[in-house]
């Protein structure tokens, strides 16, 4: 299968919605609270895709994931308890899913890659991230892909895991 990593349009906002309807139902099934509080929504993906950092994963003409994709661009990051292994420049991945139908074959792994690319592109050494504490599948992910665990950093009021990993040329 031939996958493509590029920014999302508005007009993409109905199936990459979906995606992540999906994925707020598997964290709710695997008991997680993680995206259970309305968050993330539409308006949230619109958001990110007005400001350039809405990313999809495509196979042929199909959406199958979703990520956004920041750079140097998450407060929350700057109180963090524990130490970042960096303090340059950096890229921030949220609200990486995939669709349903593509799970178990490693496209996680494939996103991550090309957003380590994206920030490779931009001069940019250092991709960060965060889950909830309870979402062992993406902790186990970021952990096999050469992430490290770096503390703990707060959204809307609940602590999640922060790691990072440091990219070389």
């Excluded at 700057?78 to 609200?95: I, Q, S, Y």
Aim: net charge neutral; with cysteine.
């Amino acid at each position: 299968m031939n996958y493509n990593f590029r920014k999302a349009t508005l007009s993409e906002i109905d199936p990459i919605w979906a995606i992540l309807q999906q994925a707020i139902q598997r964290r709710k099934e695997d008991g997680s609270a993680q995206w259970q509080d309305g968050y993330p929504n539409p308006a949230v993906v619109q958001k990110d895709i007005e400001q350039g950092a809405g990313f999809v994963l495509v196979a042929g003409k199909t959406i199958i994931g979703y990520s956004a994709v920041l750079i140097n661009d998450e407060p929350a990051y700057g109180n963090m308890e524990g130490k970042w292994l960096t303090n340059d420049d950096f890229v921030v991945m949220h609200r990486v899913a995939i669709s349903e139908n593509y799970l178990g074959k490693g496209l996680a792994k494939l996103m991550i890659k090309n957003i380590e690319d994206f920030a490779l592109s931009n001069n940019i050494f250092s991709v960060k991230a965060d889950t909830n504490f309870d979402n062992l599948p993406m902790m186990r992910i970021f952990e096999s892909q050469g992430y490290t665990y770096c503390g703990e950093v707060y959204f809307r009021g609940s602590p999640r895991k922060a790691y990072e990993k440091v990219l070389t040329k």
